[in-house]
């Protein structure tokens, strides 16, 4: 059974460019989360989402960054013209069921973005 | 201070040795979680204590829960040098009944045991 697949797990972007982070939840889960770790601090929530729902984007900036959880495929965190300020990892958790009743979260190994 | 804040922030110990991590929170929780991360990859999850449980013991882990000091500790026993890694605690507010995976994470306490 395999866990959350994140991909890629590093990318390299200049200022400007678009950045696009995909999340295949743990096979079962039909809740996705993204959040944020600049270096050397916790992680900051962004969004959760559920299939083809936007259900929480409080922790996401308002410009340049959207989320979606489309029917089929993966999850994708798309970054438009991307700053330094954006380089951090992102995690993409998932869980079964409505935060799966206890807020239990199943990461993935994170995708590395660094901006040039 | 955040929401989930850790002390120490880095903790130096031998193998054998225990380990103990406090974290701090500020709003009223439906439960707290801790976490551990190795370097470079992606966290893990290791206990949970819900706001009606004081104390909890998972293998060598041991949490505690104090909701009137808004605080809870980790407790690693016989530490092992595989034990290396950033731990961090993360809170579930109350959230008028409806919970979800929205945690509130602290800055972490990195540790390194010493073989």
């Known amino acids: 059974n395999a866990g959350v697949m994140q991909n890629p797990r590093h990318l390299v972007r200049r200022r400007g460019q678009e950045a696009r982070l995909r999340c295949s939840p743990m096979k079962g889960h039909s809740h996705v989360y993204w959040y944020r770790q600049l270096p050397e601090e916790g992680l900051k929530f962004m969004v959760y989402?559920?299939?083809?729902?936007?259900?929480?984007e409080s922790g996401m900036p308002k410009e340049r960054f959207s989320a979606e959880f489309p029917k089929e495929g993966p999850s994708i965190l798309r970054i438009q013209q991307v700053v330094r300020g954006d380089s951090a990892a992102y995690f993409c958790?998932?869980?079964?069921?409505?935060?799966?009743?206890?807020?239990?979260?199943?990461f993935g190994e994170g995708s590395r973005l660094t901006v040039l | 201070s955040q929401q989930g804040e850790e002390d120490p922030q880095a903790l130096s110990i031998q193998e054998g040795e225990n380990a103990t991590m406090n974290c701090s929170y500020k709003?009223?929780?439906?439960?707290l979680q801790w976490y551990r991360q190795n370097s470079g990859r992606g966290l893990v999850h290791l206990i949970l204590i819900r706001s009606n449980e004081r104390e909890k013991h998972s293998g060598r882990l041991r949490v505690t829960l104090d909701t009137s000091k808004k605080s809870s500790s980790l407790l690693i026993t016989a530490s092992r040098a595989a034990d290396t890694a950033s731990y961090f605690c993360a809170t579930l507010a109350n959230a008028g009944g409806t919970s979800y995976g929205k945690l509130t994470f602290g800055q972490g306490t990195i540790l390194t045991v010493h073989p």
């Open positions: 709003t009223s929780i439906n439960n």
């Open positions: 989402l559920q299939k083809e729902n936007i259900i929480d």
């Open positions: 958790a998932s869980s079964p069921f409505l935060g799966g009743s206890t807020g239990e979260l199943f």
